[in-house]
């Protein structure tokens, strides 16, 4: 069973819906110990870093995701939601992350190297290049998937970055280390692309069950 983070700055509805396409189990919850019996959990986010690690730290849900983590059952973050999982962001002031995974968060400078202004937030389909093809994505096809970002995340080691896509910089598309994945672009808006890589995401928290 998947459970949803309910914060308030998730799209719960388009996420929802893309598990029930898929045929898989899900429920949506604020209720730390709700949440903490998944099988794994996902990270939705909409708006602002500060914002939502305000909510997550004053609701105990960033100690609650921590301890799930510490399990060792599998969380994704979606977007936002995978921006959180870094140790900062400079949106709005620096603003701690939960430190999951090492790096910051920095806003697209809106000018290219020749001075040329370019349009932020980067809206629309990027193609997405497989750099680590770790075993959620043994046999994805490279292909496009759709972001809706103004911050990209800057990792301190990039082997946490397992594809990437380009927007001025090279923008770390997904990201993983030790059962905590992150996608920047929304997996459920993107395609038959997007829908493989979450299908391949639950498959992980089914695989564990089955090994439990």
Not at 86 to 103: A, M, Q, V, Y
Not at 109 to 120: D, F, R
Not at 166 to 180: H, I, S
């Amino acid at each position: 069973m998947i459970g949803i983070i309910d914060y308030g700055m998730g799209n719960l509805f388009s996420v929802s819906k893309a598990l029930e396409r898929l045929n898989v189990s899900y429920f949506i919850s604020e209720s730390k110990e709700e949440l903490l019996k998944a099988d794994a959990l996902i990270l939705p986010g909409v708006g602002s870093f500060k914002d939502a690690m305000n909510i997550l730290t004053q609701s105990g849900l960033d100690a609650m995701i921590h301890q799930f983590v510490e399990t060792g059952k599998p969380l994704l973050g979606i977007c936002l939601g995978m921006q959180l999982l870094f140790e900062k962001s400079e949106e709005n002031g620096i603003t701690k992350g939960l430190s999951l995974l090492p790096g910051e968060v920095k806003r697209f400078s809106g000018v290219n190297h020749k001075g040329e202004a370019y349009k932020v937030p980067h809206m629309g389909w990027n193609q997405l290049s497989f750099t680590n093809r770790s075993s959620l994505f043994k046999t994805a096809d490279e292909d496009h998937v759709y972001f809706v970002h103004s911050y990209y995340v800057d990792p301190k080691e990039t082997d946490v970055i397992l594809a990437s896509s380009f927007y001025d910089v090279e923008v770390p598309a997904v990201v993983g280390r030790n059962q905590v994945y992150g996608m920047q672009f929304h997996p459920e808006k993107s395609g038959k692309l997007g829908m493989e890589l979450l299908k391949k995401f639950t498959e992980i928290a089914g695989e564990r069950v089955g090994m439990a």
